[in-house]
C-alpha cells in the first residue's frame, strides 16, 4: 500500500472512501459488494461511526429453553464460536427442569469520575463538596430535563481522597439513576457540566470527568438449581463443584471461566447494541474486587445433592439511546426478547451468562469441550473446502469418523463423493 495518510477521507461519502479503499488494497468488486451488501443501511451504518465503507456481519442465532422469573425468553445471540448458542439452549433446559433462572438487579446507578488536582488543603476541599452537594446535583440535572422527569438524574456524590504518585487528589463520584440507558451519555456529559462549578469551590483544577465502567451499584444478582438428574448424575454435581472450586482459587482458570460466562453475556450485548467493552470492562473489574482475581459465579451442591449456581455482576445496559434504537437489527433482537426495561434485559443477560457457564463446566467435567465443538468447526471446513447442500453433512461424519478435521482431509473426502 502506499501510504495510509488520506486527508479529508472522512469527508468522503461512503462509495467514494470505498473506491480508494478498493484501490489501495486491492480489493475485488465482490469483495467491496459484501462489504456493502449492508442490512442495517450504509447511511446509518455511516451515521454511527467514522470513515464508513461497508459494515460486518457475525451470524445471529437464537437460544430457546430459556425461563427466567417464570417467563419464557427466545434470546438472539451474535456470536462467531460454534457450540455456544447450542449450549445456551441445553443448558437452559437443565435450568427448566429446577424452575428455570431467576434474576433480579439494582436500580440503574451509573457513575461518573471527576478529578480534582491542584487542591492545597484536600479535607477542606471535600467538605465543601458535600456542602455544596444540592447545587452540584442541581446544575448535573439541568443537562437532562428528560430524565429528571421521568425519575432519574444525578441522586447523590460520593467524594474520596487518592494518595497517588503525583499527589492527593480529589475524587468525585457523580452517583446518577439513568433508569433505561446505558448512561454513559447522561452521566459524561453532567460530570461536565459541573466541572467549572468544582473547580470555583475548591480552588483546584479539574482533569478527567468520565463515567467508571466499575458499575458496581448496577448490578445483576442470578440463581439456578439444577435437579442433579438434569445434569447427568452426582458425578457431574460434584465434577462442576471442583470445577468451580479451581476457578475461585486461580486466577489463570478464572479468566477462562468468565470468558465462558462472557459468551453469553457478550453474544445477547452485540445482538441487542450495547456497548459490550464496557461490559467485557465492567465484569472483570468486578470480579476483581476483594483484590484478587476470582469467577462472577459459584457453583454448591445443596443438601438434595442438586446443583446450585449463583452469579453476581455488573450489567450496564440500555433499552434506549445508543446503538439500541440506531440499528435497526438491535430493535429487532429486543423485540424477539420481548423485554421492556434496562433492568430486565440485564437480568436475561445475567441468566444467560450463568447458563452459558453450566453448560461448559458440565461439558469440561464430562467429554470435554472438543468433542461438540469438533462437529460444528468440521462444518465450517467442509464448507470452506467447497462443500454444498447434503455435501456439508456427509464431509463432516467421514472427517468426524476419521478424526481427522482439516482442510487437507476435507478435500480428500469431497473429491472421493464427487468421483474424482
Ligand atoms: C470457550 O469459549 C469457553 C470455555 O473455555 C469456558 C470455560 O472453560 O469454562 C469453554
Known amino acids: 500500500m502506499s501510504s495510509s495518510r488520506i486527508p479529508n477521507f472522512y469527508r468522503l461519502n461512503v462509495d467514494e472512501r470505498a473506491k480508494i479503499i478498493k484501490e489501495l488494497t486491492g480489493l475485488t468488486d465482490d469483495e ?48 462467531e464460536e460454534p457450540s455456544v448458542v447450542a449450549a445456551a439452549s441445553n443448558a437452559a433446559r437443565m435450568c427448566r427442569e429446577g424452575g428455570g433462572l431467576f434474576a433480579v438487579s439494582t436500580e440503574s446507578i451509573m457513575f461518573s469520575q471527576i478529578q480534582v488536582v491542584g487542591v492545597t488543603s484536600p479535607h477542606t476541599s471535600v467538605m465543601r463538596i458535600l456542602q455544596n452537594k444540592d447545587e452540584i446535583l442541581r446544575i448535573a440535572n439541568e443537562k437532562d430535563p428528560i430524565l429528571y422527569s421521568l425519575g432519574g438524574g444525578a441522586k447523590d456524590l460520593e467524594v474520596r481522597l487518592i494518595h497517588s504518585s503525583v499527589g492527593t487528589m480529589i475524587v468525585i463520584h457523580l452517583i446518577v439513576d439513568v433508569k ?21 469551590i475548591t480552588g483546584g483544577k479539574v482533569l478527567l470527568r468520565i463515567i467508571s465502567n466499575l458499575a458496581d451499584k448496577r448490578l445483576v444478582k442470578v440463581w439456578t438449581k439444577v435437579p442433579k438428574e438434569a445434569v447427568g448424575g452426582p458425578e457431574i454435581v460434584d465434577g462442576i463443584v471442583y470445577a468451580w472450586a479451581f476457578a ?3 486466577p489463570y482458570r478464572a479468566a477462562t471461566h468468565n470468558k465462558g460466562i462472557m459468551n453469553g453475556v457478550i453474544a445477547v450485548g452485540l445482538a441487542t447494541g450495547q456497548d459490550t467493552r464496557a461490559l467485557e ?17 459459584t457453583w454448591e451442591k445443596n443438601e438434595d445433592g442438586d446443583l446450585v449456581g449463583y452469579l453476581e455482576m455488573p450489567m450496564a445496559v440500555g433499552v434506549v439511546g445508543g446503538a439500541t ?31 452459558q457457564n453450566l453448560a461448559a463446566l458440565r461439558a469440561l467435567v464430562s467429554e470435554g469441550i472438543q468433542k461438540g465443538h469438533m462437529k460444528l468447526h468440521a462444518r465450517q471446513i467442509a464448507i470452506a473446502v467447497g462443500a454444498q447442500g447434503d455435501e456439508v453433512d456427509k464431509v463432516v461424519s467421514e472427517m468426524v469418523k476419521s478424526g481427522v478435521i482439516r482442510i487437507d482431509k476435507a478435500k480428500e473426502i469431497l473429491s472421493k463423493l464427487r468421483g474424482n
Do not use: Q, W
Open 281 to 297: 470492562a465492567g465484569a472483570h473489574a468486578y470480579a476483581s474486587k476483594s483484590g484478587k482475581y476470582t469467577t462472577l459465579s
Open 248 to 250: 475461585a482459587s486461580d
Open 180 to 200: 433505561d440507558a446505558m448512561g454513559a451519555n447522561a452521566v459524561n456529559t453532567m460530570a461536565e457540566a459541573v466541572a467549572p462549578y468544582i473547580e470555583k
Open 32 to 79: 467491496l459488494n459484501i462489504l456493502k451488501s449492508s442490512k442495517i443501511g450504509l447511511s446509518i451504518a455511516d451515521k454511527m461511526i467514522e470513515n464508513v465503507i461497508g459494515t460486518f456481519e457475525l451470524p445471529l442465532g437464537v437460544a430457546t429453553n430459556f425461563l427466567i422469573n417464570n417467563k419464557d425468553y427466545l434470546i438472539p445471540m451474535v456470536i
Open 325 to 355: 434504537r440506531v440499528n435497526p437489527l438491535a430493535k429487532i433482537s429486543l423485540k424477539i426478547l420481548g423485554v421492556k426495561t434496562a433492568r430486565e434485559l440485564a437480568e436475561v443477560m445475567g441468566s444467560v451468562g450463568l447458563a
